[in-house]
């Protein structure tokens, strides 16, 4: 059941999708698309506040990537890896006339509610060779590697995007988003954008694409990373000296990268 915010929310959003993010938002830096928090169309200037009426600062960015990024499609198939409880995605791909067919992995218990259509995991998912226009993921990539005790072994993003690439048909889309300094794997925590764009082979993927949401925050406030995940981070980040890690810890802020992307090579 959705909140009446998120109702009332959604029923707005619905009559004016596609004319609210019809103006430019964004400019190119260094091979990133940056949406400055004043110039997003969420973005209240009397108010000096995001309109986007429910959700932490970062949660409302990705309400409005998922409104700017997914309502560009219509009458497509698309699967989501990691769907949750609820799906906001979800409502605005079905709002354009698209179909969508969720996965999760978490193992099915009364206590844990969830809309995914189908068990599945991104390592191994229960569908034929070339079944969706799109793949999405929300807040789910840098978890992909995580162990769970229901999966034998540790999955690797090779193997991950590799069955993303098979399940698509030829020409067919990714679109993830991710927060960064927040938590999951490390290369996400420690902002290397580098190292998360080598994770798309371009013998596989091409079009790639990364936009940069609340990265450029003014004039709302910094997002500090949150010290109930910076708690666990020594346990993720190996690979980075520690005062890397810290000085993330110390003066980073949480922003949201989006990536996508179009499949290539054989179908």
């Known amino acids: 059941m959705l909140s009446l915010k ?5 029923f707005s959003v619905k009559t004016k999708l596609r004319k609210e993010w019809n103006t430019p938002y964004s400019f190119e830096d260094e091979g ?21 009426p429910f959700g932490s600062p970062l949660r409302k960015c990705v309400t409005a990537s998922i409104e700017a990024n997914l309502s560009v499609f ?22 354009t006339g698209s179909s ?70 030829p020409g067919g889309a990714i679109y993830f988003d991710v927060p960064i300094h927040h938590h999951g794997h490390e290369m996400f925590i420690m902002g290397d954008t580098e190292r998360i764009k080598n994770l798309f082979h371009p013998g596989m993927w091409k079009n790639l694409s990364f936009q940069k949401w609340r990265y450029d925050y003014a004039p709302l406030a910094k997002y500090p990373p949150r010290p109930g995940e910076t708690v666990r981070w020594p346990a993720c980040v190996c690979s980075y000296p520690a005062p890397e890690m810290e000085k993330v810890r110390d003066h ?16």
């Not at 990133?32 to 986007?52: A, G, L, Q, Y």
């Not at 409880?85 to 605005?92: D, G, P, V």
């Open 100 to 169: 969508w067919v969720g996965v999760d992995p978490l193992p099915a218990k009364k206590k844990i509610k969830s809309i995914r259509t189908t068990y599945g995991h991104a390592a191994s998912l229960p569908f034929d060779n070339q079944s969706f226009d799109l793949v999405f993921g929300i807040q789910t990539l840098e978890h992909f590697v995580d162990r769970h005790e229901h999966i034998a072994e540790a999955a690797s993003y090779e193997q991950c995007l590799g069955e993303i690439w098979r399940v698509l048909k």
């Open 252 to 267: 980073g802020f949480i922003w949201l990268l989006t990536i996508q992307a179009k499949k290539t090579g054989d179908g």
């Open 6 to 10: 998120k109702r009332s929310y959604l």
């Open 32 to 52: 990133f698309t940056v949406i400055p928090c004043r110039m997003c169309p969420k973005f209240d200037s009397d108010k000096n506040r995001c309109s986007v």
């Open 74 to 95: 219509s009458g497509i198939h698309a699967l989501e890896i990691g769907c949750g409880n609820w799906s906001y995605a979800k409502q605005i791909l079905e709002h």
